[in-house]
């Protein structure tokens, strides 16, 4: 029901955009977020909008260089990712919560997408 996309090899210094569409729920009920895991690491926080894409939340490492937004008429979450680092190499994850209001806590969120691998060369 969630399906992110938008993910491939950059080079540090390079823009990526994810998506993340949800279907079959109304979008505009749920906060939205997203979170990473890279190997050998906890899931990490990165970024919660709540429904109508107000009042974003970042994680400290991604703060200044992503954007977390979501277009209700398409059902769709976005996050723009710039001066990528090499260690924001992960695969990401976009979330949907029933609390509609930004939650930065991944025990919050109910619904998962199948994630999407950003990888980020020095």
């Known amino acids: 029901q969630l399906q992110a996309s938008g993910g491939g090899l950059v080079q540090a210094g390079s823009s990526l955009r994810l998506s993340c569409a949800l279907s079959?729920?109304?979008?505009?009920?749920?906060?939205m977020g997203w979170f990473r895991q890279s190997p050998g690491r906890a899931r990490e926080f990165v970024a919660a909008t709540d429904w109508s894409g107000g009042l974003p939340y970042y994680g400290d490492s991604v703060k200044g260089r992503f954007t977390i937004s979501r277009d209700n008429a398409k059902n769709t979450v976005y996050l723009q990712m710039n001066s990528l680092k090499p260690e924001d190499t992960a695969i990401y994850y976009c979330?949907?919560?029933?609390?509609?209001?930004?939650?930065?806590?991944?025990?919050?969120?109910?619904?998962w997408g199948q994630g999407t691998q950003v990888t980020v060369s020095s």
């Open positions: 979330a949907a919560s029933r609390i509609i209001m930004a939650t930065t806590s991944s025990r919050n969120y109910h619904y």
């Open positions: 079959g729920r109304m979008f505009s009920s749920y906060g």
